[in-house]
């Protein structure tokens, strides 16, 4: 299993990205997808979480500018970051939450899933 996230790159203050994240593989159950971020020489942070049940929670720092909503593929995950500021810029990591997922023809569970970053990037 995988999460593979994409849509990151250099975009000037005041525009806008996409963020999209997708578990891969033979999954049975998550209870919820979100995103993280890390600057540089900054620990990470949440930035949004949406679970199976439809709820959000988001960082006040980018409240009323990101959304974070499902995809039509399953165990797929958007944000939409707009107005998008310096203090922007970071690596955005996607996690999967409580994932159920079959290794070897086994059922596995874990706490949480990590993909690999991808670099957002806001010019002032």
């Known amino acids: 299993v995988q999460l593979q996230a994409f849509g990151g790159g250099l975009v000037q203050a005041g525009g806008s990205l996409k963020l999209s994240c997708t578990a891969a593989g033979k999954i049975f159950r998550i209870d919820g997808m979100g995103w993280y971020r890390q600057a540089p020489g900054k620990e990470g942070e949440f930035v949004a979480a949406l679970t199976n049940a439809g709820s959000t929670n988001y960082a006040d720092s980018v409240k009323g500018r990101f959304t974070i909503s499902r995809g039509n593929a399953k165990n797929t995950v958007h944000l939409q970051m707009n107005s998008l500021r310096s203090d922007d810029t970071a690596v955005y990591y996607c996690?999967?939450?409580?994932?159920?997922?079959?290794?070897?023809?086994?059922?596995?569970?874990?706490?949480?899933?990590w993909g690999r970053g991808t670099q957002v990037t806001v010019s002032s």
């Open positions: 996690n999967a939450d409580r994932p159920v997922y079959e290794e070897n023809d086994n059922p596995v569970a874990v706490r949480e899933l």
